[in-house]
């Protein structure tokens, strides 16, 4: 009996194991916001409003000027848009100020029945039901210490695998958005790891916006460069015509004083007509210097328009080359992650797991049960060990088949 529970479980974290795909990520909705989360608000164009809050028991955070804004039951996007929203009403400006929202410590899930440390447990994103039983120390039978710790690491190895490949994908998306913007492309390619896998539609998705969203914000930037530069350009345009202007102008007052000269000296004219034209000359003069000096400064304006230009194009890819480096490191380390899960469940396997005695019978072993919030009501639903679980979450481990106990020496 002992034998066959035992194989029985390790054909489940066989078959999750050594599947390709994150089982435990498809379907998984977006996790909304809950009482006790802690938040790190971003607010770029005032980062004095900027800071860590904590979602109190009403669902709400108060924000300097904001004041309270309801947050549990909404995503962070949707936070943000409503600090963002309030920000402008508040402040009477004429557009809302960008807020980035993002939780730094989720509210805890909780774990009963059949494991060996029942209780609550700090929530990691994308956990599955087998997480939660490994952090409550595996299911709880009366066994020998090898065998348990052989089990815990079985478990613990395939949570980890499923954690890691959820992650791969995120960051192969991720690492496909980041190429496509260096090469100046409007979209990316789908990784093959990713292609095919359910799990990752919402990460496509998701960075797809991100991608549009730089785009968007490069493009304004270069927008704003060429508005300024065209009304720079009129005005250069401007200068040079008034300067044109000023020098027909004084060529014809001095030939009129020299005109005016020869009559002075003939006596026929007085010599104050001869001043007023010399005050004139000096008059068009001190003009023609000051539209010069204007011509200057304008065309200084559009050589550091043009730096502008270059600096946010700079920019732009510079940001993009510094993620893609990182995300490069990042998958390199869950390369290695992936492997040494692999390795743990081997050796766990070697340790005294006999994974050739498994039967079918391993899905009626273990039951799971899941009571979740949604807004003001609960729910209870059966659930399977790869499940996604969300933070505030309550777990229930039952065994349907009694426990077996090992014979006193």
Do not use: C
Not at 6 to 29: I, N
Not at 62 to 81: F, K, M, N, W, Y
Not at 343 to 348: C, F, G
């Amino acid at each position: 009996m002992m034998n066959s529970m035992r194989g029985a479980l390790m054909a489940v974290l066989s078959a999750v194991l050594l599947t390709p795909g994150v089982a435990s990520a498809q379907g998984q909705e977006e996790i909304l916001l809950g009482v006790e989360d802690q938040l790190t608000v971003k607010i770029y164009q005032w980062p004095e409003l900027s800071g860590e809050f904590s979602i109190g028991a009403d669902g709400q955070i108060s924000l300097p000027l904001v004041g309270s804004i309801q947050a549990a039951g909404v995503s962070t996007d949707e936070l943000g848009r409503r600090i963002s929203e309030s920000l402008k009403q508040r402040a009477r400006l004429s557009e809302a100020p960008e807020a980035a929202i993002a939780v730094t410590e989720y509210r805890p899930f909780y774990i009963l029945g059949d494991v060996e440390r029942p209780g609550a447990y700090p929530y990691r994103p994308g956990a599955v039901v087998l997480n939660a039983v490994s952090l409550a120390g595996g299911y709880y039978r009366k066994k020998t210490s090898d065998w348990q710790r052989a089990e815990r690491d079985a478990i613990q190895a395939v949570a980890d695998r499923e954690i890691v490949v959820g992650q791969i994908l995120r960051q192969s998306v991720r690492r496909a958005r980041l190429e496509a913007e260096l090469d100046g492309a409007t979209a990316f390619e789908v990784p093959p790891v990713a292609a095919n896998s359910p799990a990752a539609q919402p990460i496509i998705e998701e960075e797809r916006q991100v991608m549009a969203d730089r785009a968007e914000r490069l493009a304004l930037s270069l927008s704003a460069i060429s508005a300024e530069r065209m009304a720079l350009s009129g005005r250069l345009q401007l200068i040079e015509a008034q300067i044109g202007e000023r020098a027909i102008e004084l060529e014809a007052t001095l030939k009129q004083m020299e005109s005016t000269s020869a009559l002075v000296t003939k006596k026929l004219t007085s010599t104050s007509e001869l001043y007023n034209m010399q005050s004139q000359a000096s008059t068009v003069r001190r003009e023609r210097k000051e539209l010069e000096v204007q011509l200057l400064d304008t065309r200084q304006q559009l050589r550091k328009l043009d730096e502008e230009e270059e600096r946010v194009r700079h920019d732009f890819k510079a940001e993009a080359l510094v993620d893609l480096q990182t995300v490069r490191g990042t998958l390199d380390d869950l390369e290695t992650q992936l492997q040494e899960a692999r390795q743990l469940y081997m050796e766990a396997t070697l340790a005294g797991i006999d994974q050739n005695s498994a039967t079918l019978e391993s899905e009626s072993e273990r039951l799971f049960t899941l009571v979740r919030q949604d807004g003001a009501e609960s729910r209870e639903m059966a659930v399977e060990a790869t499940t996604a679980i969300r933070p505030g979450d309550i777990i229930t481990v039952r065994t349907a088949l009694p426990l077996p106990t090992v014979p006193s020496q």
